[in-house]
DNA sequence: CCCTGATATGACCCTTCGGTCACTCGCATA
DNA sequence: TATGCGAGTGACCGAAGGGTCATATCAGGG
């Protein structure tokens, strides 16, 4: 990470919290309002690999290094292999995690849109807005070839279920509109790529909100498939 | 370079080539056919850039080890350093390399295209061209945030400058078209996006071949711009 | 025939980084 | 109060990578 850094420390300490809450009794009542051992084990994990996403997605996967993150965090490098196995583990569960996304997408796309074409418009848009808002731009999807070769082939799998289903949506707009001449691949692809590029340069303070990003972005995308320019 | 990796070697002996012609007399008659040892070492040196250009946007910056890169041009770590100061130069002058191009296409589009719009669409393919073609997948745009900061205050000139230009295209096509409601920034990044994306999926002997892959995201984008799709 | 300069080499240095380990600290339970 | 356990630490290791340097090779020119 050679670059001119920001100031910041979310500090892992959970337990500064749980500590004020006194357990007593056998399954320690308060156990509504304090988090168990496991809760706040897994709170902690999911902070780091939030945090870590985030550094990648801005900095890199290899330009990123745990002692980049540690610090983040407000702990030590080891500390962190308490909670991960490696560094490529971080990496494979925050592909996962921008998959989820993804096919949340798709869920809600095919939930509220009729045409294809609509359902194109709301994919794109609910991406952008999970990828952007709930995650803090948290798509690492720039950093496949950063996988092993066995973690690479279980998200390409994913990768290649989502641009399936993309396509399949693509070919079907494509038929509806009675557009030819569009080829469905690159189409995926050219969204993917303007979609990746994202987590370059959106930041959650910049000109334009993630709202609005989000909107624009899937209407081009329709338009691209399916609009016809005036000549 | 954690990679599995396929083997080539286009060695950098242009020397091998250069003993086997005798030179004699003042001012070396075959001075024609023959190279004379600055052009050699520019020779060379290109090559280096491009091989190096292509290993970037392959596997990214921080993934390509100087070794790696000796290795394809089958010479010694130590070799490069004759040909280059270090590291970080090889990456900012395929920065401008790619630049370079940018401007080419800029100049096509002006010299061949009326409309705004025509301009950007032979703007994108050109530019698409060009990254695909000449220099086999040389943008290394995705390693922006690898440049020093002065290197990068350099590079953002040009890339500013670059997207500037397009942006007001946009502004003029949007204006010639009477599209309203579309972002020109927003839609200048959505290009890019697609375009840097290319050098992670592209290769030359692929499904599509580099002519059509520039026209179809040439003419999305031109659509995504100025299209209107049919409700 | 030797000198010079360009080209290339291999050994080496130093730093960074991923990862390990023996340990301490503090809390909750017995 | 003793004990056990999960969380976290600091010191350390080995490997890889960027970069340097003294040296070898060789072609061309005087």
Redesign the interface.
């Known amino acids: 990470m050679r670059?001119?850094s920001a100031s910041k420390k979310p500090v892992l300490k959970t337990k500064a919290l749980g500590a004020r809450a006194p357990r007593r009794g056998r399954v320690s009542a308060w156990s509504n309002v304090v988090m168990s051992a496991e809760q706040q084990f897994a709170l902690k994990r999911r902070a780091l690999m939030k945090e870590a996403a985030r550094a990648f997605s801005?900095?890199?996967y290899?330009?990123t290094s745990l002692l980049d993150i540690a610090k983040m965090m407000g702990v030590t490098k080891a500390a962190l292999y308490h909670y991960v196995k490696n560094k490529q583990e971080i990496l494979f569960e925050c592909h996962l995690l921008s998959h989820e996304l993804g096919n949340q997408a798709i869920e809600y796309a095919n939930a509220n849109g009729d045409s294809s074409?609509e359902k194109i418009r709301l994919l794109a848009r609910r991406y952008i807005e999970l990828l952007t808002d709930e995650i803090g731009s948290c798509a690492v999807l720039?950093e496949?070839?950063?996988l092993t070769?066995e973690n690479r082939a279980v998200i390409a799998g994913h990768r290649d279920r989502f641009e399936r289903h993309l396509r399949n949506l693509v070919k079907a707009a494509l038929a509806e509109?009675k557009v030819a001449g569009?080829?469905p691949?690159?189409?995926v692809?050219?969204?993917?790529?303007?979609?990746?590029?994202?987590t370059?340069?959106y930041r959650p303070d910049g000109?334009?909100d993630s709202k609005?990003?989000a909107a624009?972005?899937a209407?081009?995308?329709?338009?691209?498939?399916?609009?016809?320019?005036?000549r």
Chains 1, 2 share one sequence.
Do not use: C, H, T
């Open positions: 670059r001119s801005l900095y890199g290899e330009a074409l720039l496949f070839n950063a070769p509109n569009r080829e691949k690159l189409a692809f050219f969204l993917m790529g303007a979609v990746n590029w994202l370059r340069w000109e334009f609005f990003i624009q972005f209407d081009m995308f329709a338009s691209a498939i399916a609009g016809r320019v005036a």
